[in-house]
């Protein structure tokens, strides 16, 4: 095992009214908030309503950015930012999926650091500051709400990119499984690809810790057993539940204490897929997983094979690939390209390999060469 230090400082509260807290947290930050939304999803589904007359309560102001586009971009948090230097917020809360939670955290930085969110974000400058950060999620996958990191994409440059700061831990987290309700099959599913992808990522990580390991298997077990049954039942709030809490347990840091790094390799080419074709996140791994999986069975075929034992039954490396995959398609995710409506022609394909060239798509445990891609690609295809 690496040796580890242990350090999560979010406050979680989980379950039904776990909005009722709200006002009177938020409210010990200051009196003045800049509320961070989506495209409308949130005032469909009443948890704007409520977070807002929460925070009344609380005697707490708010001021509202909205319209954060999933896959967000660094335009909308530098007009962001800007709206919560004028105002003098003393907080960011993120209302939403992990889109909105992302930019709210990178928004609280940009806000107290004079230089471009893009140059913290790409690790040019180191940020001294941050504004609180409070996380009202509305959609089980990215686990987010418990960790420090943030996405963004730049697409001028063609380039998503992950960053992560201790400064962005929420301070606290808001997770009431009802608000989880109204999210569409599409996106339910991609959640579950999700939270199962980020298992994978520190299953497949640098190091071993098999404790840790165990916990992973675990997290995925609990995805595969619920998420098939909610996504026949999306009104099944005890369903919504056990896959919102195995999304938080999946990348909160509990599934790689012990190990250097979880790999990211996927998630790399994941970014790649959405910041060319705008494809969503769930999407994009559910096409890349079964590819990266392929291209290392004959380099690591012992850990495919635990986790094709543990989870899938089975001794045999393409077997759990092929279970993997087909998990995948019946959630109703797309495991080609093909199949998200991509259709790459002989350029497009050369567009695609250039730009994870260019990006350097790698992984940390598991380094990936030109003629990776090349194989990644056309599996993918
Ligand atoms: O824009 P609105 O109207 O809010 O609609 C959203 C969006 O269309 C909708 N939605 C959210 N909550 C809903 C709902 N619709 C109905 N009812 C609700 N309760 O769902 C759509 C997708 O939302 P989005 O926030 O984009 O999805 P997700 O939570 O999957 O977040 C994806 C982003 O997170 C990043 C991804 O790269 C991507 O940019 N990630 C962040 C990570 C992290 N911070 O740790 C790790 C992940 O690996 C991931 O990379
Ligand atoms: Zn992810």
Known sequence: MACFTLYNPVKLHFGKGALDKLGKEAGEYGKKALLILGKGSVKANGSYHEAVSKLKEGSVEVFEYSGIKSNPI???????AELGRKKKVNMVIGLGGGSVIDSAKIIALAISNPESPWDIVTGKVRPKSALPVICILTLAATGTEMNPYAVVQNTKLKKKVGYGHKLMYPK??????????SVPKNYTAYGI???????LEAYFGKGEASLSDRFTLAIIKEAIKNGPELLENLNNYELREKIMYAATCALNGITFVGKESPDWGVHDIGHT??????????????IAYPAWLKLQSQRIPEKIIELGYNVFATSKVDDTIYKLEYFFKMLGSP???SQAGI????????QLFKTM??????GVAHTLSEEDYRFLIEEML
């Not at 660094?74 to 962001?80: Q, S």
């Not at 690809?193 to 298992?199: F, M």
């Open 74 to 80: 660094i335009e909308d948090i530098e007009k962001a």
């Open 357 to 362: 060239a260019k990006n350097k798509v790698s």
């Open 193 to 199: 690809v999700d939270l199962i992808a980020h298992s």
């Open 335 to 337: 495991i080609k390209l």
């Open 172 to 181: 606290i987290s808001f997770l009431d499984p009802t608000f989880t309700l």
């Open 343 to 350: 259709n790459l022609d002989e350029k497009a394909k050369e």
């Open 273 to 286: 897929l959405s910041v060319l074709y705008d494809i969503p996140h769930g999407a994009s791994l559910s």
